[in-house]
């Protein structure tokens, strides 16, 4: 079983719509979690690190469910700019190596 | 710009030969760690060095091997190419090797084994 896991997609979203997708983790003594956004075989990016109450950045929403051991993002008002591979990153180490998702691909279409 | 540079973008090479990544870490970070993307999946940890020495070490075989200069910058060696080693590399750095450190990446290095 992996240890991150993603619905690999795509989410085809027209402009203006929200989308949502989650990601599972295995590991239930992971410390942080983040949200990076990959372009087409360019570096990730980070788009979020993930709290536990939630937290929002614009129009990104992102939710952490500790029990269920899922993290979700949430985009609204989607921009042809959103279409993008979304991947899910979880840190298991008190030190800094990342479990990364496959990716969640979404794709903003006119 | 993250500040992390990677040398160099493209590399072909055959099997069985050696082969050489650069990174530059961004000013001021102490900590750089290596990843592995291969087609379609995520980046897989290869592993991380911290003020010179290696801090942790994912799944991969001792053919990697690294390096990291007192500059901070590091070196990825991959010995013996398997055609499964045809992959984007990466190189992240950050200002310490904590859990909750975020990582600047560079562009990677596309390695094509033939």
């Known amino acids: 079983r992996k240890e991150v896991e993603q619905d690999p997609g795509p989410f085809n979203v027209p402009e203006g719509a929200t989308v949502a997708f989650n990601c599972t983790y295995s590991?239930?003594?992971?410390?942080?979690f983040f949200w990076y956004r990959q372009d087409c075989r360019k570096e990730p990016k980070l788009l979020m690190s993930?709290?536990?109450s939630g937290n929002e950045d614009g129009r990104f929403t992102a939710q952490l469910n500790r029990a269920s051991q899922y993290i979700s993002l949430l985009i609204r008002d989607s921009k042809l700019s959103d279409s993008a591979t979304y991947l899910c990153v979880v840190n298991s180490d008190s030190w800094g190596k990342l479990q990364f998702g496959a990716g969640t691909q979404v794709v903003v279409t006119p | 710009e993250t500040g992390v540079t990677q040398s160099p973008t493209h590399l072909i090479k055959t099997r069985g030969q050696q082969v050489t990544l650069r990174c530059s870490s961004q000013?001021?970070?102490?900590?750089v760690s290596w990843y592995q993307q291969a087609l379609g999946q995520g980046p897989q940890f290869i592993f991380q060095?911290?003020?010179?020495?290696?801090?942790g070490r994912g799944n991969f075989p001792p053919r990697f091997s690294g390096l990291q200069f007192p500059n901070y910058s590091s070196e990825l060696n991959v010995n013996a190419l398997e055609l499964d080693d045809s992959a984007l590399y990466l190189c992240a750095s950050s200002l310490g090797g904590a859990s909750d450190e975020k990582l600047f990446f560079g562009s990677g290095t596309q390695l094509s084994v033939l």
């Open positions: 993930v709290y536990s």
């Open positions: 000013s001021g970070h102490n900590t």
């Open positions: 060095y911290y003020r010179e020495e290696e801090n």
């Open positions: 590991n239930s003594a992971s410390q942080s």
